[in-house]
């Protein structure tokens, strides 16, 4: 019989060394992009490794910390054989190959040949996230929150309230030991309360906030207490959504590791359920962020796992957005002609109107949101007047209910502008932005302003408008 006791892993501390383990985290994490991995690790990991929680890390991490530290075996780095570890960090080998398993405890197997990472080319299988790799059960409990403190339904009785421009809301989430329709509807209305002030002030003053209907939605879930199969399934989707709804705050606040830590918690749970919709609207924002990080090749990946997942579902104006965002992920890439079939595909899928198999989340994609997107493609490409023309054509056609996006239409407006040589223009524009900016709160918008700020900055002495818009926003920068 093997011992369950665990020991200090003494040798990887020492790796460590003076990094903090949130320091050390990230630097697990470039160094799997910089070989094609992909791994969410975070300091709390680190901790369990350290702490010898981890006796062994999976393939991924395993390719990941030979990488780090050449030379050195899984000995050195003071981890167990895998032969040898019973349970969670050992599995067999169909279990290896399943994209998402729930938290158990599996025997590992007998033999000492331990099976190779599954392949591409292995038995088919739902597209992986890459958010998430094959191997996840020691990055992340399915159904609990890295922040998660308890796991008792105690949590639920956490609330939601937030006060902004005078737009009050209010979300409780009941404690009571069964889950029923009372508790669900509350999450459920959770997502929608955020989503509408997000979009009326943006998702630096929410971000802190919603993650408390967060965690108590979390722990709903945990204390597994619903017996009724269609209210534990609406739960697992509200739950979901509303770590996306989450995830897009820290996404539009800034904080960019919170937004793929929330993103991948959505899809795991939409994979736990088997829900297409969820599972696509992961793939989307997850798609979005890596964009906007950056990871053009990975934004393809996610974008056009989405386009799978929501194949099936019967609404051509996911598929548009999906498709848009591809377009988005392929424009990052230089790749001009693949973002012109993935654009014509996203303008085919919008023309076929609405669905009533479109999600409600989906409630912001019209025709603005469309051109602006397809103007992000246009200047990432270089193509600065057409991506302007888009821009504005954007600008005219956003209903002013939503605050957030037309401070965001502006701002890529105004940088479009900037960067095509219509300084003036760009700098009247500019002002239109900084009008908004005392309504919503957005890092992303004011960055985006920064950089079409950099573009007008030398051109400022000889235009008095654009000298006085640098000066507005000098001053707004000062103040904020």
Known sequence: MVSTRTFPNLAFRRL??????????????????????????????????????????????????LHMFPGAGL???????????????????????????????????SAPSAPSAPSESSAPSPPTSPLLGSDTDEECDVLRRVFMTSGSTTMAAASLGLSLGGMAAAVSLPAQRRVGEAEVSAVEKAVRQIRL??????????????????????ALLDSGTSTRRGTADRLH??????????????????????????????????????????????????????????????????????????????????MALLALR?????????DRTGCERALGRAHTAFGRGLSAADPEWMSFFREAELEILEAQCW??????SRAARHARHATRLQDPHFTRNLALYRAELTTDLAWAGL???????????????????????????????AVLRPLGRGSVEITD????????????
């Open 16 to 65: 460590r060394g003076q990094r903090s383990a949130g320091e050390f985290a990230a630097a697990v994490r470039r160094s799997a992009r910089e070989i094609g991995e992909q791994v969410a690790c975070d300091a709390r990991y680190i901790g369990r490794v350290e702490s010898g929680e981890i006796r062994c890390p999976n393939y991924a991490y395993e390719r990941v910390f």
């Open 75 to 109: 000995a050195d780095l003071g981890f167990s054989p895998r032969e040898s570890v019973r349970g969670r960090g050992a599995r067999s080998a169909a279990d290896s190959s399943s994209p998402v398993t729930t938290p158990s405890t599996v025997s590992a197997p």
């Open 197 to 218: 002030l997000d979009d009326r002030h943006g998702g630096d003053g929410l971000y802190r906030r919603a993650s408390q209907p967060l965690r108590a939605a979390y």
């Open 237 to 318: 989707a509200g739950a979901g959504e509303l770590a996306i709804s989450v995830g897009w705050l820290a996404h539009d606040s800034g904080r960019l590791e919170d937004a793929r830590s929330h993103y991948a918690e959505a899809l795991a749970t939409a994979r736990v359920t088997g829900d297409r919709a969820l599972e696509a609207h992961a793939f989307c924002n997850a798609s979005f962020l890596a964009r906007d990080t950056g990871r053009s090749r990975e934004s393809v990946r996610a974008a056009e796992a989405g386009q799978r997942a929501a194949q099936p579902l019967g609404s051509p104006r996911l």
């Open 326 to 334: 591809e377009a988005g992920g392929r424009a990052g890439l230089g």
């Open 379 to 384: 200047s990432a490409l270089g193509d600065w």
């Open 423 to 453: 300084a003036e223009e760009a700098a009247a524009t500019g002002h239109q932005v900084l009008d908004l900016l005392d309504q919503v709160r957005s890092s992303r918008i004011r960055t985006m302003l920064a950089g079409a700020v």
């Open 469 to 480: 818009f640098l000066d507005r926003h000098a001053s707004a920068g000062t103040k904020a």
